[in-house]
């Protein structure tokens, strides 16, 4: 069973990273495939150059068992669709091997917003992931979204190795309060981010004057 986690990350952090590391051992990945974006469809385009977000990945994930940066987004012309990825991830190896698209509660509650989103039950199953003890309520989602939670949500792991795709399967993970966002804030500030990303990461930051 593939993972898939696609990001800006600009720059990846330990609330990337920690859940992540989670999924991956709880749901028994053979591999996460970390997918940087390419021209976004639904954000403003990247700080750091893909260059710079590609290496900055490269050092937060290396020696990580099953670890793997896909670069395909940042190679395709025009923005980047998650299920055009998952299109050619499922071309490529084949009809049979289970993927999981791994999403926050955030980006499942308006999943109905991405570009031909029931498409994406065609080609995987999708992990959502969220803190703990949360409630999963019904408010915030689309009718059509709440329809096909109904119709697809499963509560045991082995049913996700069964299928290739098509399942939503929820599961908590420790969920780190650390944003993007607000490591640049720190950084164009001149505060210090150390101990929110990876050492190796903001090393690179400083060196090239990032943020």
Same mark, same amino acid.
């Given at each position: 069973m593939i993972g898939i986690l696609g990001g800006a990350f600009d720059p990846v952090h330990f609330g990337h990273l920690r859940p992540a590391l989670e999924l991956h051992e709880t749901l028994r990945l053979d591999s996460l495939l970390w997918i940087p974006t390419g021209e976004p469809a =639904? &954000?403003?385009? %990247?700080?750091? +150059?893909d260059e710079q977000r590609? %290496?900055?990945l490269e050092l937060a994930i290396a020696g990580t068992t099953g670890w793997q940066l896909d670069r395909r987004e940042l190679q395709r012309q025009g923005p980047a669709y998650m299920v055009d990825t998952l299109g050619e991830l499922r071309a490529e190896l084949g009809a049979d091997i289970p993927l999981c698209l791994l999403v926050g509660m955030d980006a499942f509650a308006? @999943?109905? +917003?991405? =570009?031909?989103?029931?498409? @994406? !039950? #065609?080609?995987? =199953?999708l992990v959502v992931s969220h803190r703990p003890g949360i409630e999963l309520? #019904? $408010?915030?989602?689309s009718?059509?979204?709440? %329809?096909?939670? &109904?119709?697809r949500q499963v509560? #045991?792991?082995?049913?996700?190795?069964? $299928?290739?795709?098509g399942a939503i399967? !929820?599961?908590p993970v420790s969920q780190l309060e650390i944003s993007s966002t607000h490591i640049r804030a720190l950084l164009a500030a001149g505060r210090d981010p150390r101990y929110l990303l990876p050492e190796k990461v903001l090393e690179f930051i400083r060196s090239n004057d990032l943020y």
């Open positions: =639904h &954000r403003e385009a %990247a700080q750091a +150059s590609v %290496a900055m308006g @999943l109905d +917003s991405w =570009h031909r989103w029931q498409q @994406l !039950f #065609e080609l995987a =199953h309520a #019904e $408010s915030g989602r009718e059509a979204l709440t %329809a096909e939670l &109904r119709q509560t #045991e792991i082995e049913t996700l190795q069964q $299928s290739p795709a399967y !929820f599961q």
